[in-house]
């Protein structure tokens, strides 16, 4: 098949089937002296080189190399993977977009989690009221709340991560985007699920320590 | 009825005083109540709506604060001990029994009546234990794993009975506990707390208007406008 790339003719030998991205820029596999025939005239043509290092010889070691020598950044391929995904939440909307729905999760979250616990707390002061009265500390209520926050908390998260999980896989399976777990975002997910339910609980600790006993009589 | 003034007072008040609002809204609800309850008796405390009841009894439980006066129970004064202190003593001398019941719906029955032991740190398999035998002694043993809502109005106040005797309380605080029962049912109640809340070693507070279970207290007081305008014996057969 004969197409034409920026008013240049080519020969399309094949059509590569590859993993979607969230850039929708197409590839082309060429030679270097090809390639440099279909852009446009820039100063720069070449933006990187990727090489592999003989059977033995530490990519680290390469990459020191190739730099000292060069002066040019030289990177290992999870360095240059996350200097990558470093560049486009920085200069991309990607960041913007992925960071406010990821605040707006977080808000909304705790919002519906504070005022869900809440409304708990607010249904059963009676029960609350006749415990005080029977001798229960503010403090044995607030450990009560916060047991409850962090059960009904990491049950969710435990549920959701796995089926986030489960997601991810089925979704690359079928050549759909993929995306990467790694223990840090589970850990940074977690911190920011344990904020969620401390604050939740907090606002009905709050309301438990000021809450009269005399209420079961009322 | 014993002769419960020849025991020393389980609770003292002077002088009670207790304001709510400010203002032009400020309602003072108790006006300088003077009251004594002995070891070994049932005093009910009556009157009508708004005259002051439940707000003494909150008071004489250490739920309330009140605006002056003292109140001492078992010789300890209510009022000079920190919130937390009175909290632990609440739990340790006294029981509380609810005209709504207040059980808590996702625990059993026995789970239920454990709760004050479980609150004194009592471990679960003894208080449970000495909860079945309280059920037993309330005639609910075969009803122990029912959730509250399995159990009719009745059963449920013999199961609040139950968890505010379970702890032994020298002080058993009643609130209205007939109010929301039918007749023949607060006669029953009444006859069980009489059965089983009364001892020579606990005194029984009941609040209340309903006049037909009158007969079951030792005295009587009345609360008029914030002020007790009487105290008297019950007259009962063979006793009067």
Sequence with gaps: MVSSVNDKLARVVAIAKTQKSFTNIPVVYTTYERAIRYVPRERRTLSYVLAKPKDGVPVEEVTRRIHEQTGLGAFTAEEFGWKTIGWVLKNTGIGINFGTTILLGF?????????????????????????????????????????????????????????????????????????????????????????????????????????EPAIVFR | MMDSQAQPAAVRARGIVKSFGTGDTKVTVLRGIDLDIYLGEMLLLVGESGGGKTTLLSAIAGILDIDDGNIDVLGVPLGELPAGKRTTFRGQTMGFIYQQFNLLPALTAAENVAVPLL??????????????????????????????????????????????????????????????????????????????GRSPDRCVVVVTHDSRIFHFGDRLARLTDGRIVSIEPIAREGTA
Aim: hydrophobic letters at 50%.
């Design chain 1, 107 to 211: 808000i909304v979250g705790m919002a519906i989690a504070g005022q869900t616990f809440y409304l708990f707390t607010v249904e059963n002061l009676r029960q609350f009221g006749a415990l005080k009265a029977m001798g229960t500390s503010t403090f044995t209520l607030a450990r009560m709340i916060l047991l409850q926050a962090f059960t009904v908390g990491l049950t969710g998260y435990g549920v959701g991560i796995g089926l986030a999980t489960v997601f991810g896989f089925l979704t690359a399976q079928s050549g759909g985007l993929p995306f990467i777990e790694t223990w840090q975002l589970l850990l940074l997910v977690l911190v920011a699920l344990l904020a969620i339910c401390t604050f939740s609980a907090l606002i009905s600790i709050i309301k438990l320590a000021r809450l």
């Design chain 2, 119 to 196: 609150i004194q740190k009592i471990g679960r398999p003894e208080a449970l234990r000495r909860a079945r035998a309280m059920l037993d002694r309330v005639g609910l043993s075969d009803r122990a794993e029912f959730l509250p809502k399995n159990l009719s109005v009745g059963q449920q106040q013999r199961v609040a009975i139950a968890r505010a005797l379970v702890n032994e309380p020298r002080l058993l605080i009643c609130d209205e506990p007939t109010a929301a029962l039918d007749g023949p049912n607060g006669q029953k109640i009444m006859e069980l707390l009489r059965e089983v």
